[in-house]
């Protein structure tokens, strides 16, 4: 029935925006069982992808064909595609790695006047026109692949031509998630960045963890990445015959924390004294989980770089999982962080508001309580594992079934708008006071201590994942909770005439919360959605008056 309907949606008139390519959730058709990739599967091809490609900032005007020309000299372009941040660039990926020595090879390290160069060959280019007066003719403006998600007033007009609330929910998910492309740009960032941090520990990796490769990425979130130095302990473990074993002379330190801000802290100072394209580098040691921050201006990304994270990256495969297992789960948490977003129930500034990790797991939760169940318990994942699968770090059992096709569909075929309003309606109503959320038995428990939310950590099940939630957000929360399934309720027993000057279903959810009350009260009458049309109307001025004060800038 689901994909009934997403179907219908895709044909359905108005929704032209929609041909966005699905995300490489690793499945030609995310939910459906028999082709699904394991995550680490993923991952290893991303990498890989990533390690073929190059960064480029071109002109404004460049002539497509003649540049990929140009860079065809090097090897076989097997992808490529175009973006805008600071000026164009592009992504340009090879067929084989030799093929950017190569290109290394016959690029300059530029001289300026005033300037000096640090002389790091990395895999972000400049590429300039000789001629550029006589060249531009010849060479139509390159297509641009959108790297950020539409405005809020945007959004809600393309909702308000859905056919139905599954349709609406689905339509935000699409046009929110993060693009092929965008995934490609995350992987090849940390690549670029590996490349530095290789300078210090050649055998390294750097992984993309969170919302860039857990299936619930929005275009414009963060790029989480870890500094991942295992694999070199394990090259050397290798027996060798003979009476002698050899180790490394290697310095020590008192704690594994210490290990881990110091080989930051360096990597910290390298990208910012060495790394192209890296600013506004903070090193940020003394949090619960070290990190380097800092905003990698070609691709755009607002980077989190920790090390010895291995538990994140486990956390993210658990989402993966269940964003693969059932559609249901993606569509429904998209809906769920966007509006918590517009409801200023998240925050980008920490603070003692819920998190989007937080939220996913309400999700999975509640997905787990319903009857019959559409995903099971992490139990139930740990115990159809095979022994390749087992997973220790740090003490905790991490094991996870890699092999999704071990997992049963799930019979439960409610639809997405009843799953919507049920989901305000259980945490409208759920005992906070007393009872803990747990997705690893996927029942809820007795509460350990007096958080005013206790969500317990998937893998380390001692911590509280929102401990930071404090007392008033967390009755906002239940507040707007309740709020938002009565106004879904009200409108399923209202026959509202659905049209794009009138927020209706999900769209009316996204408006603030005081607006909806008073539309609720009066479905349909004039005065109500006009008030709502007016607003909408004037922020979307507002919003165009403020940005092309920005581009005048
Ligand atoms: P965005 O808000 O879209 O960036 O979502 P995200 O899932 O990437 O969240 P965030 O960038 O805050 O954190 C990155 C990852 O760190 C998450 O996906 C989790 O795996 C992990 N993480 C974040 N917060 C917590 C937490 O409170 N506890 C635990 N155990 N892990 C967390
Ligand atoms: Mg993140």
Redesign the pocket.
Known sequence: RFFDSFHRHLSSPGTAILKREEPPTGSEEPGLPGNRKTFSEVQKERHEQAQRSILISCPKKVPEKRLLKHLCQHGEITNHFFFESFGIHAVIEYSKKESIASLQDSTFIPHGETEFPIPFKSRFFNINLKNPSNQISDGTLVQCSDQSSPSNVDLVEMLCNAESVEGQIITLMRILQVTEENIRLRYLTCSLIEDIAAAYFPACTVKP????V?S???LG??L?MFLDLDDIGKNSAAKTAGSFSMEYQVKNVSSERWATQKILSVIGECLDNFGPGCVSVQKILHARCPLVRFSHQASGFQC?LTANNR??LK??EL?YIYGTLDSRVRALAFSVRYWARQQALTSSIPGAWL????L?IMVIFFLQKRSPPIIPSIDYLKNLAGAEDKCIIEGNDCTLVSNLDRIKPSLNTETLDILLCQFFEYFGNFAFNKNSINIRKGKEQNKPDSSPIYIQ????PT?N??RNVNENQLERFVHLARESAWILQQEDKSQLSKSSSHPWGLAALLLPSGLNKSKAKKPGKGPTNETIRKLLESIKADSAKRSTATREK
């Open positions: 963890f969170g919302s860039s857990n619930f990425g929005k979130c963060d989480d989190d538990i994140a956390s993210s989402l998190t989007n990790f937080s996913t950590n998937p893998f380390e911590l994942v929102s």
